[in-house]
């Protein structure tokens, strides 16, 4: 499509407006995808969910993990096999259980115990006392694979067994088995369903058969550019890259890219009417709306790159992954895309396409109407608003305890009902393994005093080697339990206390415990430090102390009320067992950092309109051409995060539906209500100490609030 010619002396464009200048930004972005489409390719070779990688930095299970994979031997993977019948085992049913065993312990050969320690190892297959059960463990070699090509197999050779037999192959080895399999190709998976989810969106907003593809072709092109951009960053600076957090960033670059494309195209729309040249266009489109979108993005990224300061592996590790993500999707969509829509013309917005026109009306539509009901009952919008987010936060009184691993599933898979039928068989045996490692020569002591410890049913001494003695513990008690977490408290307490051993505990559920305790500290350090640096980012933007105050008030409130919201549809709708441990502090990261986006928009196209009109005016101006753009990049960020409420792993429904529930809360209360209605409230005061806080003129008199009496401000 031909680009309009520019009209003699609209050249308010300058440089940038030059015919050349879209065509070498599209060249350069050419060449930059052929050198990084290749690369992000390459993500999912570096994406790692081993337990070294995710688990705290300075936690004792970590350094377990560490040993575990340093000792010879000690990597191996710990599968159960539980064997019940519900009328009671029959002769038969023991044979194939010993067989079996014989079987895998051939094929997978077993360690070695210590010299001298034959006397204290638990039988190889252990019968439970209401005779229904039978159970074996069996450590397999990482040589042999991950557990996920692992398990398949194990339940395979384990099928040529009596009729009514029954057999879950559990461990933990099994749940790391089966929650892998969930993530594989789970980025594939996100990646499309995102795609047609912004798809579909787009085209219910523009209502055109073209303009929709342009921003989808742009945020995919961002989108493939951040896995090429993270990929070299694990290369050259070794951060941690997950499933989890893989999925995460492709989410976070189709959101905010959307966001951003959708904004720039409101503000390019209302330019193309002042000015007949569309590359001039754009470029006052761009002054306009850059600002804005810059700040939204250092918001986000700032507060991202507050979690660096996290100690646990997984969480510091999406920092620098979605800033990179986050920087991508602005280059992306102020670059690339203006680039595009430049070339394409006027005629891209087909049929409704934005004509230049010198007398342009403006006709009061719906948030035009809003904001005026809004200025005549400020108190009740404010007093609803706040009404309504208390009674949505009331939700915080449900059940917010921490989801245990067995209940990460939404259909459990067999290595959770293992667990079950474990507990039910052998209530001795009800918790995951302990694993210690103590010096040699204080092996014995450690044991000992292992034995003697309340809540330990059973402790084995494994192999001895690199310096160091292997002590296997079960507990008594269910996995990720208080009652368990207090016995391996009690077991640290208790070989800690061993002169000399050098005793350090670890296994599954000691993991989940440092995981657990670590993200409690890790809160306490991120949200005060993400809240100070969004603080200071909107004080820049708005370079006033009272206006980001007020909006990071709002964002909070509307944080709380969000998680209210959620935790009452998890515990009543959904029936989930609690909140994962990682949930809180990775919602609240996204509702601040991308919630205050939506305020951004609004109080700097405010601040932008009291320049010229005064508050009042300034705000409802603002409200009515930022409202529906807004909206619909809620909607858009909303349903890019609902993305993740349709895989089946408990911990990403609840981020998915907890942040999503969220931004459409903020986007369409807080923002469009709340926020307004506060700022009417409060008036020009709101741009303390700016000079927008001082009034130009006198104000008059009469029964007007304060917001009403203010003349418009002339000069900055």
């Known amino acids: 499509m031909a680009v309009d010619a520019a009209p003699p002396g609209d050249v308010q464009g300058g440089r940038l407006a030059g015919r050349w200048v879209p065509w070498v930004v599209i060249g350069l972005w050419l060449a930059l995808a052929a050198v990084m489409v290749p690369l992000s390719g390459k993500l999912s070779s570096v994406t790692t969910d081993s337990a ?3 688990l705290p ?90 557990p996920e090509e692992i398990v398949g197999p194990l339940r395979d050779t384990a099928k040529d067994r009596p009729a009514g037999l029954e057999l879950e192959v559990t461990g933990p080895a099994a749940v790391d088995g089966d929650m892998d399999a969930i993530f594989d190709g789970i980025d594939l998976q996100v990646f499309l369903t995102t795609v047609l989810v912004v798809t579909v969106l787009l085209i219910l907003t523009y209502r055109s058969p073209l303009l929709w593809f342009i921003p989808l072709v742009v945020v995919g092109a961002a989108a493939l550019t951040s896995m090429a951009t993270v990929y070299l960053l694990v290369k050259g600076f070794g951060i941690v890259v997950n499933d989890q957090n ?125 904001g005026t009901a809004i200025s005549r009952r400020r108190w009740v919008a404010t007093i609803g608003s706040f009404g309504v987010l208390g009674v949505l936060a009331l939700g915080l009184a449900g059940n917010t305890g921490a989801l245990r691993e067995q209940d990460q599933f939404l259909s459990a898979p067999e290595s959770v009902t293992g667990f079950t039928v474990l507990r039910q068989h052998f209530p001795e045996l009800g918790g995951q393994p302990m694993t210690i490692f103590a010096r040699p020569a204080h092996q014995d002591r450690v044991l000992a005093v292992v034995k003697d410890t309340r809540g330990v049913a059973m402790a084995v001494p494994e192999q001895t080697s690199g310096g160091w003695a292997n002590i296997s513990v079960f507990p008594t008690d269910a996995p990720d339990t208080v009652a368990e977490y207090d016995t391996i408290k009690r077991v640290r307490a208790a070989v800690h206390a061993v002169s000399g051993a050098e005793a350090i505990v670890g296994g599954p559920s000691a993991e989940n415990l440092d995981t657990e305790v670590t993200t409690r500290r890790d809160e306490k350090l991120v949200i005060p430090l993400v809240l100070a640096v969004v603080l200071i980012v ?47 502090l990775l919602a609240f990261m996204f509702l601040v950092a991308l919630g205050v986006d939506y305020n951004i928009f609004l109080a700097s196209r405010a601040r932008e309109e009291t320049v010229r009109l005064g508050t009042r005016e300034g705000m409802l101006k603002a409200l009515s051409a930022t409202g529906g753009v807004i909206t619909s990049a809620g909607l858009v960020l909303a ?78």
């Open 52 to 54: 070294v990688d995710t």
């Open 57 to 146: 930095a300075s936690a004792e299970s970590t350094k377990v993990a560490m040993l575990e994979d340093s000792l010879p031997g000690g990597e191996d993977n710990m599968f159960v096999f539980v064997y019940h019948r519900a009328g009671g085992l029959t002769a038969a049913d023991r044979a194939t259980v010993e067989r079996h065993f014989e079987t895998l312990t051939k094929r997978y050969p077993p360690k070695t115990a210590a010299a001298g320690d034959e006397d204290d190892e638990g039988p190889a297959t252990r019968a439970s006392a209401d005779g229904k059960a039978m159970m074996f463990t069996l450590d397999v070699s990482t040589t042999y694979g991950p």
């Open 246 to 370: 893989s999925a995460l960033l492709t989410i976070l670059v189709f959101g905010v890219g959307t966001d951003y494309a959708l904004l720039l195209i409101a503000r390019y729309r209302e330019s193309l009417h002042h000015h007949e040249n569309v590359r001039v266009a754009m470029v006052h489109a761009l002054r306009s709306a850059a600002p804005a979108i810059i700040a939204s993005a250092a918001t986000v990224v700032a507060g991202l790159l507050c979690l660096l300061v996290a100690d646990l592996n997984s969480t510091s590790g999406l920092g620098p992954i979605g800033a990179a993500g986050i920087l991508c999707a602005l280059v992306a969509m102020l670059t690339l895309f203006p680039a595009v829509l430049v070339v394409l013309g006027r005629r891209i917005f087909w049929p409704a396409i934005p004509r230049f026109s010198t007398a342009m009306t403006e006709k009061p539509g719906l948030w035009g109407r809003l």
């Open 538 to 584: 909107l004080g820049l933007l708005l370079r006033a102390i009272v206006a980001p105050l007020i909006l990071m008030a709002t964002v909070i409130v509307s944080f709380a009320a969000a998680f209210g919201g959620s935790v009452f549809v998890f515990d009543t709708i959904l029936g989930f067992e609690g909140i994962d441990y990682s949930v809180p």
């Open 639 to 716: 349903a890019t995060f609902a993305v993740l409420a349709t895989l089946p792993l408990v911990m990403l429904v609840e981020v998915g539906f907890l942040v999503a529930f969220g931004v459409l809360l903020d986007a369409l209360l807080v923002r469009s209500v709340l926020v307004p209605a506060l700022t009417l409230l409060i008036g020009r005061r709101m741009w303390w100490p700016s000079r927008l806080s001082r009034p130009a003129v006198e104000p008059p008199t009469g029964r007007h609030s304060l917001a009403d009496r203010e003349e418009p401000v002339l000069q900055r």
